[in-house]
């Protein structure tokens, strides 16, 4: 079975500091793990996606996630956060490329 | 290239009714999925189509239905509206060839049902 868990729904973090959300999932196969955004009101925009090869991906916006296996773990950072990141961000993981599976979100608020 | 379209962006329905939402995915993808987002329970899958099949569905009451046609467009049915239908939904495209499985979002139909 397939999940992934986001670790706090609500994170905020000052202007300039350092960017850490949290995703851990499940797979019974080598999954493709995903980073999505989303502004209010609008649709999902891919951040940055983990399929085979590196295990720390870049993404756009300055954002980066590392694909640890053995601890499950397919964590969003990026090291100065600016206001326009505050958003919700949700991370994906799909087996197949069939049927995704999305974690709850977390809401990122950036304090100026 | 356009992205993911959905129409229509609000819609107001009463309990009972029933809508039909639709949209458009990226060209040349073939690949449609249905999402239902509320802000209790984040993003639900409702069901995926490919090349007009459905071949994967979530685990919605039969209340929900979709369909594609062949030039990949899509359409979801709610039939007999609950309250608790009102959402966002979002549909996604995805090429799904050549490794390459990441999801277009369109920016959502609204659904408020009163």
């Known amino acids: 079975a397939q999940s992934v868990t986001q670790l706090g729904s609500h994170v905020s973090v000052s202007e300039g500091a350092l960017v850490l959300l949290r995703c851990n999932y499940s797979?019974?196969?080598?999954?493709?793990l995903f980073w999505y955004v989303q502004y209010p009101n609008q649709g999902l925009q891919l951040l940055l996606k983990?399929?085979?090869?590196?295990?720390l991906v870049k993404g756009i916006n300055g954002f980066e996630a590392e694909f640890k296996k053995s601890e499950t773990s397919f964590h969003l950072t990026k090291p100065s956060a600016h206001m326009s990141d505050a958003a919700e961000y949700f991370c994906?993981?799909?087996?197949?490329?069939?049927?995704?599976?999305f974690g709850t979100g977390t809401s990122l608020t950036v304090i100026p | 290239k356009a992205g993911v379209t959905q129409t229509p962006r609000y819609l107001i329905k009463t309990r009972g009714q029933q809508v039909t939402l639709s949209c458009s995915p990226i060209?040349?993808?073939?690949?449609v999925s249905w999402y239902q987002q509320t802000p209790g329970q984040g993003l639900q899958f409702l069901f995926e189509?490919?090349?007009?099949?459905?071949?994967n569905k979530g685990n919605f009451p039969g209340r929900f239905s979709g369909r594609q046609f062949s030039n990949s467009r899509s359409e979801m049915n709610v039939s007999t509206l609950e309250l608790g239908d009102s959402a966002l939904y979002l549909c996604?495209?995805?090429?799904?060839?050549?490794?390459?499985?990441?999801?277009?979002f369109g920016p959502g139909t609204r659904l408020t049902v009163t």
């Open positions: 996604a495209s995805s090429l799904v060839i050549g490794g390459s499985y990441e999801q277009y």
């Open positions: 797979s019974s196969v080598p999954p493709y």
């Open positions: 983990y399929t085979t090869g590196a295990t």
């Open positions: 994906a993981v799909t087996p197949t490329g069939n049927q995704f599976y």
């Open positions: 060209s040349g993808h073939r690949s």
């Open positions: 189509y490919f090349s007009e099949t459905q071949r």
